[in-house]
């Protein structure tokens, strides 16, 4: 299986618009696993996101902070990489 992320938008009739390059890549002779996520709310999901983490990270002193910021900078983006299994 090949993981593709990329924004889509829905179009009047109905269906899933996605770029060009990713249904390149797609064989149409396999079905293909969607997942669907709306970013309608996607300003509160990150506000609700921000609090979680302040709390979980409350007791951890600024070094540690720091050296968590930088992992997750290093490790948070998948933006076009391809996962093989």
């Given amino acids: ?3 593709y992320e990329c924004y889509g938008e829905i179009v009047s009739d109905g269906h ?3 770029p060009e390059e990713i249904v390149k890549k797609i ?3 396999h079905k293909v696993r969607l997942i669907i996520l ?3 709310n996607d300003k509160k999901t990150q506000l609700d996101a921000l ?3 302040n709390g979980l990270l409350s ?3 600024n070094d540690e902070l720091n ?3 930088e992992a997750l900078k290093k490790r948070i983006s998948l933006k ?3 996962l093989e299994l």
């Fill in 51 to 53: 609090s979680k983490m």
């Fill in 38 to 40: 709306s970013n309608e």
């Fill in 59 to 61: 007791d951890i002193n």
């Fill in 27 to 29: 064989s149409n002779e």
């Fill in 67 to 69: 050296n968590f910021d």
């Fill in 80 to 82: 076009g990489r391809v």
């Fill in 1 to 3: 299986m090949e993981y």
């Fill in 16 to 18: 899933l618009k996605i």
